[in-house]
């Protein structure tokens, strides 16, 4: 079976397509994967090689044009569809992500194509204004529209994304298949924490230092902890996109004994980064609403490396952090977060049974299951 895996969004997307395109092959497919290249052109590459490029509209290459945003997104949606017409896959897999027009993608196309709309980020509306309220209402109907009506299946990485979108009877038109781990999470060996009695409990948040990600809730939380103790640290790991932001406010709030903001690290060396740590920190903002209804892959990942989690209590989180077992689940203030992070800090007797918990339940859905689902079914089930 030739399938396309379509996501144009980053120029360095997430992972997760090219872990399920090696897993897909191993499985005997052919998979292409068309993401942008470093010219924000849209470039089909078979696992070896690229064999097409699509062009991209100027507004994302920078190329001059002088059509508006729209023609020039609708002339990239057709030259898309053509190179599809032309290399003939038997499965368009597409992340509409930042994709123009994605819900048209599939409109008048050959028959014997199937397409597969996947949501792997709900576009929650979160807007305050009436105005954009109305328009992003608008654009769910729509996206709502095609997922049941132009596409072939919807997928969601939970039901609860999928249920929010679709309604009760989600099930008609899509299914949910979750996000894979790679498989390094589950045979990573366990970390043996130190007896060393001054050391400082760490605490370890992975992801985007973004201003969207609402980070100041956990220097709020770290604050009102340190009012009771100083016997831990907060590490705050990933690229730096709030340029600075945090660590001014870290100097403000006077937490730069207890408080560091560390550069990303290479993937393969997130195992070895979780273990070390005492507790991970799976924290959800309350906006935007998207991180709501789906997991990350970072709460995934702590729990298949056997890390206890202090999580923001939301359906998705529930079904990796079981309260008071593996981890605990707080509400969304800097109170609450400080009130769990006080749980560990001091008690060391405590933090070793919730270590223990944690490493005898390890647990994983690895991208060979992904692969198995998704042919089995998704793309068997359509043909």
Not at 46 to 63: L, N, S
Not at 85 to 108: E, I, K, W
Not at 182 to 192: E, I, K
Not at 365 to 382: G, Q
């Amino acid at each position: 079976m030739r399938i396309f895996l379509l996501h144009y969004y980053l120029k360095h997307p997430t992972p997760a397509y090219g872990q399920l395109a090696a897993a897909l092959r191993r499985r005997g497919h052919e998979v292409w994967i068309g993401s942008p290249n470093k010219d924000f052109d849209l470039a089909w590459h078979d696992g070896e090689a690229v064999v097409d490029k699509c062009i991209g509209p100027g507004q994302r290459t920078g190329r001059p044009d002088n059509r508006s945003a729209l023609a020039q997104n609708w002339a990239f949606l057709r030259r898309v569809r053509q190179s599809i017409r032309r290399h003939g896959p038997d499965v368009v897999q597409v992340n509409p992500a930042a994709l123009p027009f994605a819900g048209a993608l599939p409109l008048r196309m050959p028959s014997g194509i199937y397409f597969v709309i996947d949501w792997r980020q709900v576009a929650a509306i979160t807007a305050s204004r009436l105005v954009d309220r109305w328009k992003q209402a608008t654009k769910h109907a729509l996206r709502a529209t095609a997922s049941r009506n132009c596409f072939d299946r919807a997928t969601f990485l939970h039901a609860a994304g999928a249920e929010m979108f679709l309604g009760s009877q989600w099930t008609r038109w899509a299914t949910v298949v979750p996000l894979g781990v790679d498989a390094q999470f589950l045979s990573a060996p366990a970390h043996v924490l130190s007896d060393d009695k001054g050391r400082k409990l760490r605490f370890l948040y992975i992801g985007s230092l973004s201003r969207v990600r609402k980070l100041d809730r956990l220097l709020a939380a770290a604050a009102l902890l340190k009012q009771q103790t100083n016997n831990f640290e907060l590490h705050l790991v990933g690229p730096d996109n709030a340029e600075g932001y945090y660590q001014a406010e870290i100097r403000r709030l006077g937490l730069d004994d207890v408080v560091a903001v560390l550069p990303a690290v290479a993937y393969t060396e997130i195992p070895r980064l979780v273990s070390a740590a005492d507790v991970a920190l799976a924290y959800v903002p309350d906006e935007p609403t998207d991180w709501q209804y789906h997991p990350t892959l970072k709460v995934l990942e702590y729990r298949a490396l056997g890390v206890p989690i202090i999580a923001t209590d939301v359906r998705p989180n529930r079904q990796e952090v079981e309260n008071g077992v593996n981890g605990l689940l707080c509400g969304n203030d800097a109170t609450a977060w400080a009130g769990a992070m006080a749980t560990f800090v001091d008690h060391s007797e405590r933090m070793a049974a919730f270590r223990n918990r944690a490493q005898s339940m390890r647990r994983a859905v690895s991208w060979r299951d992904v692969a198995e689902m998704y042919e089995r079914d998704i793309y068997m089930a359509m043909a």
